[in-house]
């Protein structure tokens, strides 16, 4: 497909508007992701000011086509805008022969993508003017995101992502897909969610489902950095490359198909500290619920179990336990099904405290103590998480244009 006509195509693959929670729609939510021309122009300043650097940069170097999220002074936190430049990237060089590989990596020295913009977020669920049964913005980006991460997955060409230095929340969404998944010594890598008052999302919780045991759960709850050990154990990444070879691998990638390259450049993978607690979080995650699980490691034996139990008393108690019921429930589901509950979950976190207090806490005020209500495990109401996961009938997620670029196997 000729560049124009590939772009044309995505920019209709519009799906209807996302209904608001009172039978409204969404800003900026009636479209599918959007040309990359269309929105690099948005990055042009008024009054004739020279125009910024795009948000995501895209090039072909011999048979690889190149990803660059492009906002260092951020660690490249993914906002709508470039949600939708990668989407069209990949739609671009879908059908295109002379792309055979792509790869995506993070500019700047500090790593591939730090998550969504929380700022942003923060901002649209605290807008003075907001009133009961007034959309979120939010939905919007959110819709776009899953839908890019399912398309990931689906990637009918090797996806190479370098996940070096810090890839956290949606940063695990454009890379953990992916089919060749690359970590470093640098890497610190996870879904620190819990710590804002929210749930892993971008699908994490089918990811994190789907690792060794109770491991992702672990992580889920704990909101913990994981380094390349700890990505390789949980399935979240595929090799470990030393990082000052990753230009030499983004060369050899330019002639070469992926296996060979990163086989002949990888390293022995690290010790995964998940791996060594296995017995330990096994035991604990034995447990039904949040506050028994919680309760087993502070019963344990081993230090490392208590200090864990500690991290999560520390986080958001509604949280904690909806991550647990998520990653549960992702256990048993497909990407798309993970990524439905997500949503579910992140629509019902947008109209609750936790999540704009965790935010204004870590984030905005940065006085690291969030009034998280219920303060305890203790005090949360019986069902409560699970009734984040519950059905949205009148919401639904449509992830039908990924199934219009490509469809499931």
Not at 95 to 113: K, Q, Y
Request: proline share 8%; glycine share 10%; net charge negative.
């Amino acid at each position: 497909m000729h560049d124009d006509a590939a772009l044309a195509f995505a920019a209709r693959l519009a799906s209807g508007a996302v209904p608001a929670p009172e039978g409204g729609s969404v800003p900026g939510a009636s479209a599918a992701p959007a040309a990359a021309g269309a929105s690099q122009a948005g990055h042009a300043a008024s009054g004739g000011e020279t125009p910024a650097e795009p948000s995501v940069l895209t090039e072909v170097r011999g048979r690889l086509g190149l990803i660059t999220l492009n906002r260092p002074l951020a660690v490249n936190a993914l906002n709508h805008e470039m949600v939708n430049l990668v989407w069209a990237a990949l739609v671009r060089w879908a059908d295109d022969p002379a792309v055979r590989t792509v790869a995506i990596r993070g500019a700047g020295e500090r790593g591939l993508c730090s998550g969504g913009d929380i700022v942003a977020i923060h901002a649209d669920m605290t807008r003075p003017d907001r009133t009961p049964g007034m959309p979120y913005e939010t939905m919007g980006f959110w819709r776009d995101e899953y839908r890019l991460n399912l398309l990931i997955s689906r990637y009918p060409k090797p996806y190479v992502a370098l996940m070096d230095g810090l890839v956290l929340g949606g940063g695990i969404g454009v890379s953990a897909h992916g089919s060749h998944r690359v970590v470093t010594e640098r890497t610190r890598s996870g879904l620190p969610e819990t710590q804002i008052g929210f749930s892993p999302d971008v699908g994490g919780t089918y990811l994190l489902g789907h690792a060794p045991g109770a491991a992702g759960a672990h992580a889920a709850l704990t909101g913990a950095h994981l380094d390349a050990g700890d990505a390789l154990y949980l399935g979240l990444a595929d090799a470990f490359v030393p990082s000052g070879r990753l230009p030499e691998l983004l060369s050899a990638l330019e002639s070469e198909e992926p296996d060979a390259a990163i086989a002949r450049l990888a390293g022995p993978a690290p010790e995964s500290a998940l791996r060594t607690g296995a017995a330990w979080i096994e035991d604990a995650y034995a447990a039904d619920s949040a506050l028994q699980i919680v309760r087993a490691l502070e019963a344990s034996p081993e230090q490392a179990a208590r200090d864990a139990a500690a991290v999560i008393r520390s986080k958001s108690p509604t949280a904690v336990a909806v991550a647990l019921a998520a990653v549960r429930a992702g256990a048993r589901a497909d990407l798309a099904g993970a990524l439905r509950n997500e949503w579910r979950v992140g629509y019902r976190f947008l109209g609750a405290h936790d999540f704009a207090e965790g935010i204004r806490a870590q984030v905005i005020d940065k006085d690291r103590t969030p009034d998280w209500q219920p303060a305890r495990l203790e005090e949360l109401s019986p069902g409560a998480a699970e009734a984040y996961l519950a059905p949205l009938p009148h919401l639904p997620l449509d992830l039908s244009p990924v199934d219009a670029v490509l469809p499931p196997a």
